[in-house]
């Protein structure tokens, strides 16, 4: 286990690495540069400005230079937000974007399994294609239809939910269901055809014989079989869903990490556009050797090497 | 004393997309306790939907149309599948064919052991451990202490087809239906398993169904034999009656193909010709007529009744009904 985690680890920070590496030079790769949108600016303070953030620098020394300070932990000022570093952006927006991110995958597992079982149980009946409806229209239909339809209806039509910001329990119901809307329908998907895998396996069978009842089937010997592919969709799922929604964020009006990501590329925000896809890289890589621990806690035939 | 077992007219029917399968037509038998019985049949013959049906254990589009079962005093066919669970694990278990997916992958051979045990006795966590361990030895595992912390991948396929015999005999359960236990199993643990079985029921005294379609573990195990072909029992009889008094063409069929070792010359094994019928369609006849060697116009028409050879040995034929007849026939004359 010692063993495995060392070399995880060792993986991790070679492709988190070979992520920032290509990033750096895909985005120089990219025309335009940081203070090219600004028109009063003079030629004497660009000059002065990209001397001060190191962009007068050949493209190496630059790379030489961030990758120094990468390994010191140093993300680098940003460009556009005067004064601010990248770590005290992502420090500030991160948990914003976590919580509600959370929340969401909360709400997409306890009412995604549940779904996707009863779809399995019910297989071919009325409540299974009810399941499958919901699922389908959960992946088919793009979060900003989701968004503008739940604001119109709670937000303008029955005036019952607030529409900007998160200043109270109520201001997340939207946007936390908004963004658990195709998660939810991703797992009930998968739940219901592992379930109907599982219910038709023989070991079902044997516990049936044993005698027990149908609650003690389903969620000793069911469950527990059937859950893995979720567990394995949920690793990259929490990395993209904690890091914010672009869309949920613009449209609920929250100061989320989300933003971010768009924002630093749009504004050629250099250190940040770094700063950002990194941090999501690391979070990917850690939740998918959560989810390979996770899988070898839930099926002991699972070996890790 | 009563029967152990009584099945009268089973008929049971799986009302697939494509019509009403009828996969039993009419089956009836009787144990007795401390019997052994030997179902044998091809794949299709409802040896499987017999046994299962006494544990209320038929698969979904399945349901009992007719007859009785009625097992130690309890109408099975009657029961809810509350009362059901009482019994099943516990007065009739069961061992499947295939122990490779038998047993849950994600749980320990203990915890499975114990599951049914602490299920129907009032033992504590400790008391249904030790029995697990008194089990395992039982089946002739070794190391039961240590096997009970292992999963079903750490373990042999007999090994695990032992196990499942421990789970089914955790209960001490007066009835237990062995389908096809060895099939699964190469031919060395098919031996190991088989006396692990009879010598068991020497111990426990228990009344055993095998399902099978291998006769040789059924000469060497059981003490009466019910063919099945079509849904229905074709013959019955003890295994010397079936072996050397066969009367039903499917049962000769069925001898003739297997390999004899004591025959100096190399005689060619005889397969059945043909295939299974049609279950959805059935015939209106004897349904092994078709494949018949000795077909008459009458088995294409009608149902041969059973016709009673010896208290113990009866046979569905017209061949017989004809015999019988001409011997009748004969005697007048005379």
Known sequence: ?305 | MGNLLDIKDERLSFFTPAGEVKALGGVSFSMKEGDVLGIVGESGSGKSVTSYSVMGLTAHPGRLIGGSIEFNGHRIDQMSEKEMRRIRGNEVSIIFQDPMTSLNPVYTIGNQICEVIRLHTKKSKAEARARATELLTLVGINEPEKRLKQYPHELSGGMRQRVMIAIALACEPKLLIADEPTTALDVTIQAQILELMIELREKLGMSIIMITHDLGIVSSMCEKIAVMYAGKIVEYGTVDEIFYETSHEYTKGLLRSIPKLTSETHEKLVPIEGTPVDMLNPPKGCPFAPRCGACMKICLREMPPYTDLSDTHYSACWLIQKREFEKAAGGEKQ
């Open chain 1, 1 to 305: 286990m010692g063993k495995y985690i060392l070399k995880r680890v060792a993986m991790a920070v070679l492709t988190i690495y070979l992520v920032s590496t290509i990033t750096f030079f895909l985005m120089n790769l990219v025309p335009g540069g940081p203070f090219l949108a600004e028109k009063a600016v003079s030629p004497q303070a660009q000059a002065a400005m990209e001397e001060k953030y190191g962009l007068d620098k050949p493209l190496s020394v630059q790379y030489k230079n961030y990758m120094l300070g990468l390994v010191k932990g140093d993300l680098g000022l940003s460009v556009k937000q005067r004064g601010r570093t990248v770590a005290q952006i992502i420090a500030t927006k991160f948990p914003v974007s976590a919580r509600l991110g959370g929340l969401s995958i909360l709400t997409a597992v306890c009412v995604g399994i549940p779904l996707g079982s009863i779809a399995a149980f019910n297989r071919g009946k009325w409540a299974d294609n009810v399941v499958i409806f919901i699922a389908t229209c959960g992946i088919a239909v793009p979060s900003f239809v989701i968004c503008t339809l739940l604001l119109m209806l709670f937000g303008l039509k029955l005036g019952w939910l607030p529409t900007v910001g998160l200043n109270s329990v109520l201001h997340y119901i939207m946007p936390v269901t908004a963004l658990a809307f195709y998660p939810t329908a991703y797992i009930a998907r998968l739940m219901r055809s592992s379930m109907l895998d599982v219910l038709g396996q023989d070991y079902m069978r044997t516990a049936r014989a044993k005698g027990l009842g149908q609650f003690k089937c389903i969620f000793k010997h069911a469950l527990r079989n059937a859950v893995l592919p979720v567990v394995t969709y949920l690793g990259p799922l929490l990395a993209y869903t904690l890091t914010g929604s672009f869309v949920v964020e613009k449209i609920f009006t929250i100061p989320g990490l989300g933003s971010e990501f768009v924002g630093s590329i749009t504004g050629r925000d250099y250190p940040l556009i770094m700063g950002t896809t990194i941090f999501l890289a690391v979070l990917i890589v850690s939740m998918n050797v959560i989810v390979d621990i996770a899988y070898k806690l839930i099926d002991p035939r699972i070996k890790l090497k």
